[in-house]
Every structure is written in structure tokens, then in C-alpha cells.
């Protein structure tokens, strides 16, 4: 993501989004083709989430290791970012 692309992108309007998406393709009501679309751009907004999700996670070890605070993080499961990734 461009920085220009990632100051206008709306984190919780695309995982709102990709909420509707997925409960669009779950009733079944669409066709073939919409559920296609649907499906493609409900991989985009996962993709960009994921990376503004890990923009942040970044930003926040930037902050803990300026601050000195990296040892709390150390007893964290590290499993369970691993999930987001998937």
C-alpha cells in the first residue's frame, strides 16, 4: 500500500465491508458471477486489513522498544498473531 493509499484507507469501513460481503455470499441470493465479485473483492479488503493490522503491530514494538517495555511482550503466546496471518 502506497502512503498516500494508506492515509485514505478506513480500517474498520473495509472489515464493515468484507462483513457484508460475507453475509451477501452466505444467503446465497446472489449469482455465480456476484458471488465471484464478491469473493474477489472480499479478498482485497482481507489483504488490506492484514497489512494495516501489521502496520500497526509495528508501530507498537516501534513504540515498546523505544520505551523499554518489550519484556511484557515476551510472556504474550506469540500463536496468536500467527492466526492473522493465515
Given at each position: 500500500?502506497?502512503?498516500?493509499?494508506?492515509?485514505?484507507?478506513?480500517?474498520?469501513?473495509?472489515?464493515?465491508?468484507?462483513?457484508d460481503?460475507?453475509?451477501?455470499?452466505?444467503?446465497?441470493?446472489?449469482?455465480?458471477?456476484?458471488?465471484?465479485?464478491?469473493?474477489?473483492?472480499?479478498?482485497?479488503?482481507?489483504?488490506?486489513?492484514?497489512?494495516?493490522?501489521?502496520?500497526?503491530?509495528?508501530?507498537?514494538?516501534?513504540?515498546l522498544?523505544?520505551?523499554?517495555?518489550?519484556?511484557?511482550?515476551?510472556?504474550?503466546?506469540?500463536?496468536?498473531?500467527?492466526?492473522?496471518?493465515?
Open positions: 500500500m502506497t502512503k498516500k493509499k494508506a492515509a485514505s484507507f478506513n480500517f474498520e469501513k473495509s472489515l464493515s465491508e468484507l462483513e460481503l460475507v453475509s451477501a455470499m452466505e444467503d446465497g441470493d446472489l449469482t455465480l458471477e456476484q458471488s465471484l465479485k464478491a469473493f474477489e473483492q472480499g479478498i482485497k479488503l482481507t489483504r488490506e486489513c492484514q497489512t494495516a493490522l501489521k502496520q500497526a503491530e509495528q508501530k507498537v514494538q516501534v513504540l522498544d523505544e520505551s523499554g517495555e518489550t519484556e511484557a511482550l515476551a510472556s504474550l503466546d506469540p500463536s496468536d498473531s500467527d492466526d492473522l496471518t493465515d
